[in-house]
């Protein structure tokens, strides 16, 4: 996928909080869109959990988390649905 000159890969999608865990200290990637709500550990319990950490990109639904997600040093926060314009403007950053 390329996006404002960007080359962005995939390593893979976790279903729960524990799976996103394993995934991110194994693959260790650059950058990781997480979600807050997830079955196991939400998202602010898994990143507590990490001892690599990524630049994380907040994803979700609910509003009422940002000032939180930016109080973990997020780069961004995505309410879905998010467009691609907005997107863009994350990976910008």
Sequence with gaps: MLTHNKLIR???EASNGNKGREMIESLKPDCIFLDIEMPGLNGFEMLRSLTFMPEVVFCTAFDHYAVKAFETNSID???????E????LTMDR
């Design 85 to 88: 314009e907005r997107l863009a």
């Design 77 to 83: 926060y995505l309410l879905k649905p998010d467009s």
């Design 10 to 12: 995939t390593l893979g």
